[in-house]
């Protein structure tokens, strides 16, 4: 069955850093496009970073360029998604995903076929 669990969401102030991490099972992620959205109180989910199944090709969503980054471990079998300098607007419930295709951005978002249950990120200001 396949699953994914991520972890290392948390409080954290304006400017500072998380790493968010999405271990998979029953899966190997090595065959798949990964991504991370978002859903922030009262808004619609939210395409942030997306990464190819070799780590080849990334995309990060423009609000985010320059303080997210998206890496994968195949052999851990698990992707990343380093956030710096984060904002109160940042605040939201973090998913990870995982694409039937290559590679699949915000463009190509109904590619995602798999979904981990999210953990949530608050930056306080």
């Known amino acids: 069955q396949e699953q994914l669990v991520e972890s290392g969401g948390g409080l954290v102030q304006t400017g500072g850093s998380l790493r968010l991490s999405c271990a998979a099972s029953g899966l190997a992620v090595s065959t798949y496009g990964m991504g991370w959205f978002r859903r922030a109180p009262g808004q619609e989910r939210e395409f942030v970073a997306a990464i190819s199944w070799n780590g080849g090709r990334t995309s990060v969503i423009d609000s985010a360029k320059g303080r997210f980054s998206i890496s994968r471990d195949n052999a851990k079998n698990t992707v990343y998604l380093q956030m710096n300098s984060l904002k109160p607007e940042d605040t939201a419930v973090y998913f990870c995903?995982?694409?039937?295709?290559?590679?699949?951005?915000?463009?190509?978002?109904?590619?995602?076929?798999?979904w981990g249950q999210g953990t949530q990120v608050t930056v306080s200001s």
């Open positions: 995903a995982a694409a039937n295709v290559p590679f699949a951005n915000k463009y190509t978002a109904n590619e995602y076929a798999y």
